[in-house]
């Protein structure tokens, strides 16, 4: 069985979608959310916790760093990267780009591919739109990403042209290295902030023809308004009977807002990286654990959270384990914010079903604001 | 319901015995060895980890830690360890004593007690054997442990009999504390490496009396033969029918010896520790998980052991993780450690329950040697 989407519902008062990803590995209900596991484990959680209790239908992992270590290869020959991070359910991978020019020392990018050193050990590597595919093959990925030229924010025009014309071709690349629909493959529209690049992305882009179509670019440092125009620009020039992620988005509101404008898929580090500095999610707001008004609080983070954390701990003990650095802190401060980000996600889908998302928009921001009168 | 201890079978081949503990908290199968929770978490598991996966029956604690962060008031206001950590099942709380001596900046010993920095932040403290108790009282433990004055290896004859006798006085203040049965209280017979002073020691706190005898000051650096000589001369001047535990002790051939010298409790840090340093307990030997040579094993650590971490996955990817440094690393780690330390317990119980104790030493050995021809 391949890739598929299908459109179950159109929310009336919004851009909102219901719908369902097909893949080797299962079904993806969408506007999803997929935690990100860098290094083949989304940190802290076995992967029973993110399938059965974050109830996760598909999780991300990083190119980049399984290439690096322990190698794409080693990961094939014992089976592939379902079977080597005992996860059953399907994965999407990035293509690697992102991490070169976040981690690695930057050598040079040509039209053939870019030369980097990896943040490991210094040694040099040559990344190509082909490697970058072949990788992602030898992972065995449900979701492939193209390789695309990541800029900085803010850039020229000029710069912009340049990076978004390189994402074009190289997507083509990845593209002629792909058969079947085993692996899909997903193109990264790029164009920065420039509307005008944004629209020959997309418009080069569906003419080489993909499975679904990502933005790439947005949340580097650009506000969020201008992140949303972005958005709102960009959706309508993608078909409408394939699947649109957003990428490396976001916050809870980002999500929600996002979700409203037509997008059905998000992936962001940050549940799980707030989670081990502490920082949890809740429907009232952000709960800084280490704060010393939790010294005796009894409470659970969210006393109508059902997750496992808040049924069996107080803010009290969350806050001695993060101030004593246990482990244990990591993996219950991840538990409870992935929890809420699947059950937002699971709200969302709710809302768009029943025809009512503007309204469970209004909604998220009055519960948000509650926080901070109380 | 209290606190007893009944001897349920014993072994004609050794000196071992199975037992059976009560606590308020539940039962406790004897030999028995006690995961440490130092700071009110096993590290890296969670309380139903521990209890339903490596099926242990009690725990323990450490006063010295609880004592300093967050505070044993601000446990008891919480309503008591059980509830502040999840932990239904019985816990044992040593007094604080060796962690005084191994981790804070000393101050002054004198008879009244032991003035001390704290390692977290310089704070000074008086601990008393009133305080100690106290302390112990206000975090609920089922079985606490006397303030004891913990020596050097080697000391001489004079510094140990005078440390030997301060650990008398203190037991007799511990025991003035205690009311009831609902709260163990348990002597702890020092005297270094000198006979003469184990004796003393022993017969002064039977004098006192209590609820069980540790066996301390050992594996404190001494060799093993020097260990299990001072097991052998210690546990018969103890009674038959109280529980004798071996503090701080021990490996697995540590654990299998000792039973058979008659020793009832063990607890030690090195099936937790050892794990988050990526070594791993087998039947056969250890597993140093970092090893190249696991680099692409499919294997996983023991073929035939039953935990979470070896039904699962491989040497690879726990070699990955190791590399990595991965939260989950420790997790798995730390499962497989702990659910090797159990299931050597219910061997252990096994045996001495048919009777084959000195046939069980010997296949112990036998297995943990195969490795080496391997």
Not at 9 to 35: C, N, W, Y
Not at 61 to 72: A, D, F, K, Q, V
Not at 162 to 171: D, F, I, N, S, V
Request: charged share 20%.
């Amino acid at each position: 069985m391949g890739f598929s989407f299908d459109i179950v519902k159109k929310d009336e008062t919004s851009l909102a979608r219901l719908g369902r990803i097909s893949t080797p590995h299962g079904e993806i209900q969408t506007p999803v959310f997929m935690p990100v596991g860098t290094q083949g484990t989304v940190k802290a959680l076995t992967p029973e916790e993110v399938s059965d209790h974050i109830r996760a239908d598909v999780i991300l992992c990083n190119t980049y760093h399984l290439y690096l270590r322990p190698g794409h290869e080693v990961i094939q020959r014992l089976g592939g990267l379902h079977r080597f991070m005992h996860w059953q359910k399907p994965i999407l991978t990035d293509s690697g780009g992102f991490q070169i020019y976040s981690l690695s020392a930057l050598r040079k990018i040509t039209d053939d591919g870019v030369a980097f050193q990896s943040h490991l050990d210094g040694s040099t590597h040559f990344l190509t739109p082909a490697l970058a595919i072949e990788i992602q093959q030898a992972l065995g990925a449900d979701i492939m990403m193209c390789l695309d030229e990541c800029i900085p924010y803010p850039s020229s025009f000029q710069e912009t042209a340049q990076a978004t014309e390189r994402t074009t071709l190289w997507a083509a690349r990845c593209r002629e290295k792909t058969t079947g629909t085993e692996q899909a493959l997903f193109g990264i529209v790029q164009g920065g902030m420039h509307t005008e690049l944004r629209e020959k992305s997309a418009g080069d882009l569906q003419h080489i023809g993909f499975d679904g179509y990502a933005l790439g670019g947005l949340s580097v440092g650009e506000s969020t308004q201008m992140m949303h125009a972005m958005v709102d620009h960009t959706v309508p020039l993608l078909p409408e009977h394939t699947p649109r992620y957003l990428m490396g988005v976001g916050a809870p509101a980002d999500l929600v807002e996002c979700a409203g404008r037509g997008i059905d898929m998000f992936d962001c580090v940050l549940p799980t990286r707030n989670a081990r500095n502490g920082m949890l999610f809740t429907r009232r707001g952000k709960v800084v654990i280490k704060n010393a008004c939790y010294r005796e609080d009894a409470r659970p983070v969210d006393d109508q959270c059902q997750c496992y954390t808040c049924r069996n701990y107080s803010r009290a003990y969350l806050r001695h384990l993060y101030m004593a650095k246990e482990i244990l802190s990591y993996r219950l401060n991840t538990v409870h914010n992935l929890f809420y980000y699947s059950t937002l996600m699971e709200d969302i889908r709710t809302a768009i079903r029943e025809g009512v998302y503007e309204d469970f928009r209004r909604c998220f921001y009055q519960e948000q604001e509650a926080e901070e009168e109380a």
